[in-house]
């Protein structure tokens, strides 16, 4: 793969393919949504593709769709307590328009390691890397059509931190806050989940999260705009 900017990425060596809503290659997560679909019919219940402009600058990657959140909308971190911690942030950073009604993102992209509902929210090893191809078509749309241009992939948690590592080949164990310059374009910046039990736990804040999406926000504005991509508070 070409990755136009003339630098080389680990992630050119990984197999990548658009996402595909009707995906049905992990037999436990399918035959989990066909259950789920029964009892509740007007949910989602499907693949949750990924939301947001794809020339976005910033990706930001979740473990998988809750429950009562992305299964139920069809959008990644929609309708649930963690979403609204995230969207409560990226709005205060620049990075999304929020109202009572509806939320609209700016120059960011999510997405997740799995995208689909797993039981107990607890994907298993063959599950993440079927869906790592996805995950590897994300990255490299990050990538491709925003050449020239600083970007930056935040990943939620130490699972969404693995299947990001795995395809940018980074060695560091997973810590909150962490950031690494894969090349001097790229950043992957490292955050516990905004999970109800890392939120109820104390284990993340508002101000933390706050200043892991400041510190992305320094990042994205330090460098060449493109059509005004660059957008400060």
Not at 57 to 66: E, F, K, S
Not at 114 to 137: F, M
Not at 194 to 200: A, D, K, T, W, Y
Request: proline share 6%.
């Amino acid at each position: 793969m070409d990755l136009n900017d003339g630098e080389r990425l680990a992630l050119d060596q990984v197999p990548s393919e658009p996402f595909q809503a009707s995906c049905r290659r992990c037999p436990r997560l399918s035959a989990f949504l066909d259950k789920v679909r029964l009892e509740m019919p007007e949910y989602h219940c499907a693949p949750v593709p990924a939301w947001g402009a794809q020339r976005a600058r910033v990706l930001i990657v979740g473990l998988a769709p809750g429950l009562h959140g992305a299964n139920r909308t069809g959008r990644p971190f929609t309708g649930d307590a963690s979403g609204r911690l995230l969207f409560s942030v990226l709005a205060a950073t620049g990075f999304a328009r929020q109202t009572d009604t509806s939320i609209r993102l700016r120059g960011c992209r999510i997405t997740n390691a799995v995208r689909c509902l797993p039981p107990q929210n607890r994907p298993i090893s063959a599950e993440l890397s079927c869906c790592r191809t996805y995950l590897a078509h994300d990255l490299q749309t990050l990538w491709s059509r925003n050449t020239g241009m600083n970007r930056c992939v935040v990943a939620l948690g130490a699972v969404a931190y693995g299947s990001v590592s795995k395809l940018l080949d980074i060695r560091r164990p997973f810590q909150h806050g962490a950031s690494i310059d894969v090349d001097n374009r790229l950043r992957v910046v490292a955050s516990f989940h905004p999970s109800r039990l890392n939120v109820n736990t104390g284990r993340l804040t508002r101000a933390m999260l706050l200043k892991i999406f400041d510190e992305v926000r320094d990042h994205i504005d330090d460098g060449p705009e493109v059509d005004g991509a660059s957008v400060r508070r």
